[in-house]
């Protein structure tokens, strides 16, 4: 293979690496979401656990969770070593490249004046477009060798991470079935959910207050008061009405010493 198929072969690879380096990128941001969607699922059941359903389940759920949890730090691990802290080599820019060519013709023509003032020394003639070519054709090479390098060693970070991911998913799938078939969600609709009815609690209260006062009554040899079968309790007392609420609409402004 001649030197111009080889570089046409070092440029290919050189852009084929950089495809490689984004696709890589999104299947670090991909398994960054499954990550954060765990996370979310599994807050969601810590949040509405219900410690007072079995013991045994809740248990199980716990460990199960933690387990979870652990495991996906070296998921998480692997992650960010595979997204921060690797650097790609890239070509020299457009216009690095013409400074560069320019300052070969000059030193073309700085070689031949030198040749002519000083035969005795002669030094090999500069050949502008060769020289262009050589630099090409090594950046080609070195940055597609480098990038080559990184992006295998981020797939394997990738690979681990995923390979973490997969382990951490075990406990979690028990934990989220264990949370299910138990019925664990304190908010589950098969389930009887207190309520505290306020009136209802005021009305108790002041039936435990006749009692009271009935019981000391009797304990003190006391008359007990007549209650009438048509007794009626007095009407609840209105509610307050509101104060008026003032709205500033322009304050007034500070004066001068204030």
């Given at each position: 293979?001649?030197k111009?198929?080889?570089?046409?072969?070092?440029?290919?690879?050189?852009?084929?690496?950089?495809?490689?380096?984004?696709?890589?990128?999104?299947?670090?941001?991909?398994?960054?979401?499954?990550?954060?969607?765990?996370y979310?699922?599994?807050?969601?059941?810590?949040?509405?656990?219900d410690?007072?359903?079995?013991?045994f389940?809740v248990?199980?759920?716990v460990?199960?969770?933690?387990?979870?949890?652990?495991?996906?730090?070296?998921?998480?691990?692997?992650l960010?070593?595979?997204?921060?802290?690797?650097?790609?080599?890239?070509?020299?820019?457009?216009?690095?490249?013409?400074?560069?060519?320019?300052?070969?013709?000059?030193?073309?023509h700085?070689?031949?004046?030198?040749?002519?003032d000083?035969?005795?020394?002669q030094?090999?003639?500069?050949?502008?477009?060769?020289?262009?070519?050589?630099?090409?054709?090594?950046?080609?090479?070195d940055?597609?060798?480098?990038?080559?390098?990184?992006?295998?060693?981020?797939?394997?970070?990738?690979?681990?991470?995923?390979?973490?991911?997969?382990?951490a998913?075990?406990?979690?799938?028990?934990?989220?079935?264990?949370?299910?078939?138990?019925?664990?969600?304190?908010?589950?609709?098969?389930?009887?959910t207190?309520?505290?009815?306020?009136?209802?609690?005021?009305?108790?209260?002041?039936?435990?207050?006749e009692?009271?006062?009935?019981?000391?009554f009797?304990?003190?040899?006391?008359?007990?008061?007549?209650?009438?079968?048509?007794?009626?309790?007095?009407?609840?007392?209105?509610?307050?009405?509101?104060?008026?609420?003032?709205?500033?609409?322009?304050?007034?402004?500070?004066?001068?010493?204030?």
């Amino acid at each position: 293979m001649d030197k111009q198929r080889l570089f046409e072969l070092y440029e290919k690879l050189y852009f084929h690496e950089m495809e490689v380096r984004e696709k890589i990128t999104g299947r670090v941001q991909v398994t960054f979401a499954l990550v954060a969607t765990g996370y979310t699922i599994l807050s969601y059941m810590l949040r509405m656990l219900d410690f007072t359903s079995n013991k045994f389940a809740v248990s199980t759920f716990v460990i199960c969770t933690a387990v979870t949890f652990l495991i996906s730090f070296g998921c998480l691990y692997y992650l960010i070593r595979a997204f921060w802290g690797n650097t790609y080599n890239g070509m020299p820019s457009p216009k690095e490249t013409d400074v560069y060519r320019e300052e070969l013709i000059l030193h073309r023509h700085q070689i031949a004046q030198y040749n002519m003032d000083y035969p005795q020394n002669q030094q090999p003639e500069v050949i502008v477009d060769e020289r262009i070519s050589e630099h090409l054709y090594s950046k080609f090479r070195d940055c597609s060798t480098h990038n080559t390098a990184v992006n295998d060693r981020r797939s394997e970070q990738v690979h681990k991470s995923f390979k973490w991911l997969l382990f951490a998913s075990i406990p979690m799938f028990i934990a989220s079935v264990t949370f299910i078939i138990f019925d664990l969600d304190v908010f589950s609709p098969r389930k009887e959910t207190s309520i505290i009815d306020q009136s209802v609690v005021n009305a108790l209260n002041e039936i435990k207050h006749e009692i009271v006062i009935f019981t000391d009554f009797y304990k003190g040899d006391q008359e007990m008061p007549e209650v009438e079968d048509n007794y009626v309790p007095p009407p609840p007392a209105a509610p307050q009405e509101p104060d008026v609420r003032p709205l500033v609409e322009n304050d007034n402004l500070p004066s001068a010493g204030e």
